[in-house]
């Protein structure tokens, strides 16, 4: 879906256009992502159609027009599902090995199938998972092939199956979706106010903050190919529960009062988020506490290390949004109905779709008091007649041709997906506990607008801390939106940011890395010190300094550490000199780093991820042509730029605590790197 409001005027009015199909039962302001595409060979994508309509242009026009693709929660691709066996352990990825021995050892004993409380079957399988991840990761030379083999996938060349099997380059897809709505804004606002520059428009993309950040540097990069930046400063990221808080704390300002700590949960279709935050001021600014968190389907429950010792880690795992109760209701129709139920759901696509359509609204309105029931297609209802399967998961009556789920059986079919939710919640309330205590729990996105989880949330909050409150905005399925356009209107609302999840600008430098598992650092060239430099005279070289040989070596120098605090808007310069008589521009290269006492670039966990490239003027020697590096902190973009010091006086346009404005003229050029 997509929000707008002018910054002058009346503000808090949001402009939220309806999406509709031929189902009126779908005329709402958000929908699910199917999304069709037409792409004939050798020619770009063009969108044709979003949400239902895009089901239903599909069904009515595949066997006429073979380049129509279509794609199911494509968003949920860039997720890149897989077994994380730092969060199986509730570890995170700069865990020692006697930090990894003691987790498995208290898992081993938690999850023992002769004493474990639950079924056999279900202890030894969780018992298998967590051995799987301990021998994984207990031996350094498989935990290194693993890590690396996971952490920094890239999406770029990624391409992604339309229902039907066929490929595309998920990176065109996601671009095009996004220009898709891009001109659907413009056209909408032009209508309402005439002509306008579309470089006056501020972008607002909001993302998930669990996503990994090859996935956010994947949305970034979409969003510039989309056409969203045609300035610097034009496009920024929003973090979905971030936004959903920002809504909540604009509708409650009367009973939110500075120093209030709340848990955030953003309970989506695909993914839940979890974080918590503070209120600063009367104005409703905010600073964050703990860093994004994500549900884990499998254990329900992690490891914390309290107090002083709280690393953030990111929890990793199976998505646990409203779409995996439907998931859950197929995967049990499959299991009844066996290779018929598989036949029929890709032969008659229509009918599976309006199968689905039928489930999703009757959970959408599922309270917990009564059941639902589907209204099945002839094919359908013969091939559960034919199997005549007992009551105990579904019901179906042969005159009305429907197949019903009662109370207890849809409680049945959530029960999995709620349990994990409200283990994460138990687990951030506790931290939280030590901190003084939260007294709000925020729900926000559109699977919070479900009664069973609500109660079952408020009720696992009350066990913990009985005064602690649930806050529901009036309308939860649009609440990040409208929290996004707040955002939009005013980024500072965030005060700071535990160091993490942010990126350099895409147009300067982008790089999107979690900076709560990673300190980073610049590589700078320094003169070789025996003694500093003990063992390392291989990786040492000579550089031309004012006509002499001299003997160099790379080192690293930190300038974010991991769990550091960053003030929004904080700028800091660093000053740097070319190194060698002869060169003609300096690189300045940036490095993440596994722990903070990474000296040098070529050592086991430190990454490359990005550099700038500024030329040199050629007039001055080694030593005497002075760089500035700025790097701003603090917004969900991480934003880098380097500019020669003779350069930015001449220009004269640094404004006080920030960076010089950029002069696209100058003889400043940037390289971005895509990781």
Known sequence: GYCWAYISGDSKTYHMPRWTG??????????????????KRGTEISVVALGVEAHERYLRERKQDRNLFLF????????????DYFSILGLGRNASDEDINRAYSLLARKYDPEKYSDTKEEAE????????AYEMLSDSKTRKA????????????????????????????????LEYMKDLV?????????????????????????????????????????????????????????????????????????????????????????????????????????????????????????????????????????????????????????????????????????????????KDRFDGKYGISLRLSKRFFDIVNSVKPSSERFTYNVEDRELTLSRDQMMTIYEPVIKGICGLVEDQLKCLGQLGGCEYVMMVGGFSQSKPLRDAVLAKS???????????????????????????????????????????????????????????AIRYVYDFDPTKDAGREEQAYFLTSKGQRKKSINRLSMFVKAGDRVPYGKTQKLTSYSADDYQKKACISIYKCIN????????????????????????????????????????????????????????????????????????????????
């Not at 690396?148 to 595309?168: F, M, N, Q, W, Y």
């Not at 909408?188 to 540097?217: C, H, L, M, N, Y």
């Open 596 to 675: 903070q006492d990474i000296q040098y670039d070529d050592e086991d966990g430190a990454q490359f991820i990005g550099k700038l490239e500024t030329k040199l003027s050629g007039k001055k020697l080694q030593g005497e042509e002075e760089i500035y590096t700025y790097l701003q902190y603090g917004g969900t973009y991480f934003t880098a730029r380097a500019t020669l010091a003779d350069d930015e006086k001449k220009q004269g346009k640094q404004a006080p605590g920030g960076p010089p404005a950029v002069n696209e003229t100058n003889d400043c050029e940037i390289e971005f790197v895509f990781q």
């Open 146 to 177: 693993y890590t690396d083999s996971i952490d920094e996938a890239p999406l770029h060349t990624l391409r992604i199956k339309s229902v039907d099997g066929r490929e595309c380059f998920a990176l065109e897809v996601v671009a095009k979706c």
């Open 186 to 362: 413009v056209k909408s606002v032009r209508e309402d106010i005439g002509g306008f520059s579309t470089r006056k428009i501020r972008w607002i993309v909001t993302i998930p903050a669990i996503w990994r950040e090859s996935a956010k540097q994947f949305m970034c990069c979409a969003a510039k190919q989309a056409g969203l930046e045609e300035r610097i400063g034009q496009l920024n990221l929003a973090l979905e529960p971030e936004a959903g808080a920002l809504s909540v704390i604009d509708e409650r300002k009367r009973i939110l009062s500075p120093g209030t700590r709340y848990l955030v949960v953003d309970a989506g279709a695909g993914t839940i988020d979890i974080t918590s935050q503070q209120i600063l001021n009367l104005n409703g600014d905010v600073k964050e506490l703990f860093k994004a968190i994500q549900v884990q389907n499998l254990l329900g429950s992690y490891i914390y290390s309290p107090g002083a010792s709280i690393n953030h880690q990111e929890v990793t795992g199976n998505a646990n949004g409203s779409n995996k109760i439907t998931n859950i209701f197929l995967e049990m129709l499959e299991d009844v109905l066996g290779s018929d139920f598989k036949y029929w759901s890709r032969t008659y696509m229509d009918e599976f779709f309006d199968l689905k359509h039928q489930f999703n609204r009757g």
């Open 22 to 39: 031929q189902n009126q039962d779908f005329n709402r302001q958000k929908v699910p992502l199917p999304l069709l595409v037409r792409q």
């Open 462 to 520: 009350k066990s913990i801390d009985n005064s602690t409150e649930l806050l529901h905005p009036a309308n939860a399925s649009t609440s990040i939106l409208r929290g996004a356009v707040l955002f939009g209107l005013r980024p500072e609302m965030v005060q700071s940011r535990i160091a993490g999840y942010c990126s350099f600008h895409p147009i300067q430098l982008l790089i999107l890395a979690s900076m709560n598992r990673y300190s980073y």
């Open 125 to 132: 399988k969780k018992f298998k998972t967590i051995f799987n």
């Open 72 to 83: 199911d929660n494509v968003k949920m691709k860039l997720y890149r599902e897989h077994e």
